[in-house]
């Protein structure tokens, strides 16, 4: 391991570097597409023929071969505005935003990890993503933490049954302000007999904010999140990420 240290000069890490953020913010520009769904089968055949050419295997050459004569030139033509505005969107990224998607990632990563022990454990829990829109005027409605965002403080304030307990967490630049906050009521009347005052909540924020707002419900553990219009019901653990990959980058 020292041999190859020794070998490894400033410019080789620069290379892997420079290599690794460009391959990384191809990823973030196609993360939520069709487009990457493709790209991930592309790599799986890119390992195929490597594996046909390794072992000599003479039907895996061919296959595979035939296909990166015709196919990533069909796969360009197919794709072809995906690809126009993903170089767009590259273009515009700022090289600090790469720290910033970074810390993103981590903090949807948290909530998801508390979400899922809130799932099977039927923990009740409301935790509010704020937005553009501020919410002071809720803050004040409950008690200042102004911590990092953890998995373990989570679960800690959903499942001790403590005073904060029934209120809504609210998270802003990856730090819980507040919990135990009170958040407005919608008064629809097109809602799901089952939801009940979390649901409700998410709602009302959702009517008066850009918020996104994930919710537990206390009965079935099935998980809510709420943007908008749009409320996504019963969702997995992988839809849950995604939806807050999307809409917390809108």
């Known amino acids: 391991m020292i041999d190859i240290l020794r070998y490894i000069t400033w410019t080789d890490l620069l290379d892997i570097i420079i290599t690794f953020l460009i391959f990384y913010g191809i990823y973030l520009t196609i ?17 195929f023929r490597g594996l046909g050419e390794l072992l000599n295997l003479h039907m895996l050459n061919f296959l595979f071969g035939r296909f990166f004569e015709v196919g990533l030139i069909f796969l360009i033509i197919l794709f072809q505005p995906e690809l126009r505005a993903g170089f767009t969107n590259l273009g515009r990224r700022r090289f600090w935003s790469f720290f910033e998607e970074l810390e993103s990632e981590e903090l949807i990563d948290r909530i998801v990890k508390a979400c899922k022990k809130f799932s099977r454990r039927e923990v009740g829990g409301l935790i509010v993503l704020e937005k553009d829109v501020g919410l002071k005027n809720l803050l004040d409605t409950g008690t200042e933490i102004n911590s990092l965002v953890t998995t373990e403080l989570l679960t800690t304030i959903f499942m001790s049954k403590g005073p904060l307990h029934d209120g809504a967490v609210i998270i802003k630049d990856n730090k819980i302000v507040a919990a135990g906050c009170v958040l407005p009521l919608s008064d629809r009347t ?10 409700r909540a998410a709602v009302g924020l959702a009517e008066e904010s850009d918020a996104v707002i994930v919710s537990i419900s206390e ?32």
Do not use: C
């Open 190 to 199: 097109d809602l799901p007999a089952n939801f009940g005052t979390r649901h």
């Open 219 to 250: 009965e079935t553990g099935e998980i809510t999140l709420t943007h908008k219009n749009n409320i996504h019901i019963g969702i997995d653990l992988e839809q849950l990420e995604d939806y807050l990959y999307t809409y917390m980058s809108l």
């Open 31 to 47: 993360r939520g597409t069709r487009a990457l769904q493709i790209l991930l089968g592309v790599g799986l055949f890119i390992l």
